[in-house]
């Protein structure tokens, strides 16, 4: 799609959809990444579809075609030394490493900072993890659903006070912040490269990330009387400018309007009633807020009168910040993400083509069309990859008796 990163080669040993989608950014960047999978299984992330908890249409995984665009795949045994051996080819000709392997599994296999730098010491060499590189959780399986969701305390802000137990995140939810957040390392690191010689290592976790997240009531919740976090504010303890309005056909508008005198007599212009302008009770902010429960209860009237298509329609007179609430399905007409190009066509297969949001990064204006090829199969380029490092089929075809390839 672009081609900032043309030229750079990118190794994954990553599963399910942090690591990857990290390494699919990159890819739709420009990079070429190879996607190593074991030989008979593949990432495990694949096998969602019959589990039955991913969205599939016939056998492909929407899933794994998001996290894996664009990118190649070799089917390798890495516990038979012919296929480390290979791997070792590929990590000498290659920019970045990448993996989520824990530190155990990494150093059966010589796969730790310093065995890879003997191969090649310019490599910039990226983990992704669940809870760090130190401590005692190093070795602990983790999810965004864990790591980020939960331990960092994302879960617990979001849960609304009474209910009997935290609301569930949506897919990914974690996975695709903390996979930007590596994108964006890698290319730092590389950046770091090219400046200095000196290729650094890369460490992103999943719990930093949610983390990250919630820094606004990490950092006062020390200084916090009370957990600010399980208690819902009233629609009439704000300034009635930043509310949510329930049109008539029982659909939301947001308003988020931090400044509102700025914008109030152009309000009441454009939901037709200026009336509301030269009212005494509402003259200002602080009257409003004094009148809050009569302001509010004037606008929930004002937007119950019509549907939220007329809002929506309405509303792009008004300057400033409002947002309808949308649904998912919503988004694939969105004449904004349409505009901007904020879909990315994925071709699965030559005739099935799905809709993927695209990486939110753009360069130099492009304005599309946004295509990339979809998710490879387990070891689909594998003879391709094998013939670029040199090898003959001869050898190929012998690699795939003793299972070492796919």
Known sequence: MFDVMKGIRVVEIGSFVF????????????????????PRTGDPYRGLTTAGTTTHVGAVNLSFQYANRGKRSLGLDLAKPEGRALLDELLAQADVFVTNLRPGVRERLGLGVEQVRKVNPDIVYVR?????????????AALDGTAYWARAGVATALTPPGMDRPISQRPAFGDVMAAMTLAGGIAAALFARSNTGKAPVVDVALMNVGMWQMQRDILGAPY???????????RTERNPLTNNYLTSDGRFISLAIVNPDSYWAELCHVIGRPDLIDDPRFANAKVRQQNVVACVAEFDAVFAANDFAHWCKVLTRFSGAWAPFQRPADLHNDPVALDNGFFTEIDIDGENKVMAVSTPVNFDEFDGPRRMPGAPEVGQHGEEILLELGHGWEEIVALKDKGVIT
């Open 19 to 38: 690591v990857p989608l990290a390494t699919a950014v990159l890819a739709d960047w420009g990079a070429d990444v190879i996607k190593i999978e074991h």
């Open 128 to 140: 992704g993890s669940g809870y760090g590189q130190k401590g005692e959780q190093t070795e602990t």
């Open 224 to 234: 916090e009387q009370v957990d600010t976090t399980q208690r819902t504010v009233g």
